[in-house]
Structures are given as C-alpha cells and as structure tokens.
C-alpha cells in the first residue's frame, strides 16, 4: 500500500496518517497533511516545513506520529497547553515538541505508529495460535468415565468424608474420587 490513495470522483489523492512517507513527493504530500491536521502550522510555508521534517520522515515516523508528537511527550503525558499559542515561531514549538521525544544521542525512537502494530500483530498471532490449540483440543476424544451404581455410591461417599473429615481425608481413603472431581 503506497502513501497515497486516490478518492474516486475528485481526482484528488489522499494522504495515509499511518503510511510513513518514503519520497521527496511523499514528504512533500505528507507535510500538506500534516498542514491540514495541525492548525498551528498552516501558516509555515511548505517548502520550509518539508525542510524541517525532512529527518523525522527518514527516521520512518508518520504523520500520525508528528502529531503525538506535538500533543504528547514520549511517556504519553499530554502537554497543558494548547498548540503553539505563546510561541513567537511555530517552527521552535515543532522543534521544542519533537526534540522531546529525541534519545541522548540526538536520535529519533521507532516509529510509536509502527512499534504499536508490531505489538498488534504478534498479539494477532498469539491469538491465533491459542485459537488453533483451543480447536485441536476440542477436537480430541475425551474419555469420559462410566459410571455406574457402584461409582455413583462410591462418590457419595467421598463427598460425605469431604464434608465432614475434610478434602485431605477424602482424598486418601477414595483416591480414584478425588482425581475425578479434580479433572
């Protein structure tokens, strides 16, 4: 799946929040989306913010990822104010946001939007194989035990010494009882 998607009918072509932008033409779309979502950063000229997104899209981030960035640090804490308000240049409120999130070294993380769908999928997966030992499970032969009056008997009388003696007690004197209440 490319980064763009083409909307029928307008000849227009839409740009994937999730789909990290590879290409100069895909960053160029990507940072027109990215314009159109933030409303702070609708007044920074395009060529200037392509610039200045230019590392954060090699580093593999997304759209989506940006915009956490600017809402959220890197522990999921949401900042107190709102958008660039107070700040004399939306580019140093970008910086200041996106720099939050920066190890030591200066590096950009993982992707958040590509870390939390490898986390999905290997979830996906366990499911699925949990799914596939439930079905073999359930398609294997159960032995069920015959009972007949003697077992019936037998296990009313194991839960008698239960209740009046105790499990432990029980469990001794009628063993074959107390593996099958168990199982």
Not at 27 to 49: C, G, I, S
Not at 62 to 84: K, N
Not at 120 to 137: F, P, S, V
Request: glycine share 6%.
């Amino acid at each position: 799946m490319g980064l763009f998607s083409p909307v029928w009918g307008w000849g227009v072509y839409t740009v994937y929040l999730t789909v990290p932008a590879e290409s100069a033409a895909d960053r160029w779309a990507a940072t027109e989306r990215l314009k159109n979502e933030v409303l702070d950063l609708r007044k920074v000229p395009t060529v200037l913010l392509v610039k200045h997104l230019g590392k954060i899209f090699v580093a593999g981030w997304c759209v989506q990822d940006i915009i956490r960035a600017l809402e959220q640090d890197s522990e999921g804490i949401v900042y107190q104010t709102r958008g660039a308000g107070g700040m004399r240049s939306s580019l140093a409120w970008l910086h200041i946001r996106v720099n939050a999130w920066k190890y030591d070294d200066g590096s950009l993380p993982p992707s958040p939007t590509r870390i939390r769908r490898k986390q999905a999928e290997a979830e996906r997966e366990r499911l699925i194989a949990q799914q596939k030992q439930i079905l073999e499970e359930m398609s294997r032969p159960k032995v069920v035990p015959v009972r007949g009056m003697s077992q019936v008997r037998l296990m009313r009388e194991y839960l008698k010494v239960k209740r009046f003696k105790g499990a432990v007690e029980a469990a001794r004197l009628y063993p074959e009882q107390a593996i099958m209440l168990k199982n």
